[in-house]
């Protein structure tokens, strides 16, 4: 009896794993399908499925979209404004006052906050010219631009004790130092204005945020302050909208 059963064995091993593999299958089967039932899911409905599984895509792309502060809010109703003195145009909520100070400030004023309190943003419009740069390495600010959308360390590198390009406050012993030597690379977000490039950058100690936009050979500078308003969801919505 033992060598039948090796002689069968040996003739029909095609067989018996034939077997073997669909016993595994029809366990699995059965396990995964009791799976899918304690979730209130049907795998026999392959429309459910894929229903679901373009839910769980779209929840995704929203998450990620909520992640890098790019918030889901339509501007394409938003009201027309144009700073005078460098051209460039941008929008802003309906509900939101928009008012140019002079040449190279404007103020939005919005909505409340919890506290009550109105949601205040300024911006300060610049072209930054070679000479405002004051970088001992770079004459360019363009290439420093470049540098520093490169995330290159030497873009924000100020040697404080030589104090180039810095300026004294009369009467004082403070010094304004050059914009860029209080720049943190950690913080720095690429950004599309309109359709130019642009870098978000934070300056940690100061209460303002720099956002810095390539054109053609010009690159602008808007300070934003306070460094709040970089919480705020209708930020990076407005900043989606200034062309020039």
């Known amino acids: 009896m033992k060598c039948f059963n090796k002689l069968y064995l040996k003739e029909n091993k095609v067989l018996v794993l034939l077997t073997l593999l669909c016993l595994f299958l029809g366990i699995t089967s059965i396990y995964f399908y009791s799976r899918f039932k304690s979730f209130g899911l049907s795998i026999s409905n392959a429309t459910d499925i894929a229903q679901y599984s373009e839910q769980i895509q779209i929840l995704r792309e929203e998450l990620d979209n909520c992640r890098s502060g790019s918030l889901l809010i339509d501007s394409s109703q938003w009201k027309e404004f144009q700073a005078t003195e460098w051209g460039i145009r941008m929008k802003c909520p ?3 006052s928009c008012k140019e100070f002079d040449s190279n400030n404007i103020e939005l004023i ?11 943003i300024s911006l300060n419009i610049s072209k930054l010219r070679d000479q405002d740069l004051k970088h001992p390495n770079y004459s360019s600010i ?9 995330k290159n360390k030497l ?14 406050v009369p009467g004082t012993d403070a010094f304004i130092f050059p914009f860029y030597s209080s720049y943190d690379l950690k913080t720095l977000k690429p ?9 978000m950058i934070e300056s940690p100690g100061n209460d303002s945020l ?10 602008y500078r808007i300070l934003i302050s306070p460094i709040k308003s970089k919480n705020e969801d209708i930020l990076i919505p407005f900043l989606s909208t200034v062309e020039i």
């Open 94 to 96: 309906d509900e939101w």
């Open 191 to 199: 950004l599309i204005l309109g359709k130019n490039p642009a870098l």
């Open 142 to 150: 363009i290439q420093w631009y470049e540098d520093l959308n490169q």
């Open 155 to 168: 873009a924000v590198y100020y040697d404080f004790d030589r104090r180039y390009g810095a300026v004294q």
């Open 110 to 120: 919005g909505r409340e906050d919890s506290y009550g309190n109105s949601v205040h």
């Open 210 to 219: 720099d956002v810095l936009m390539k054109e053609d050979d010009n690159v």
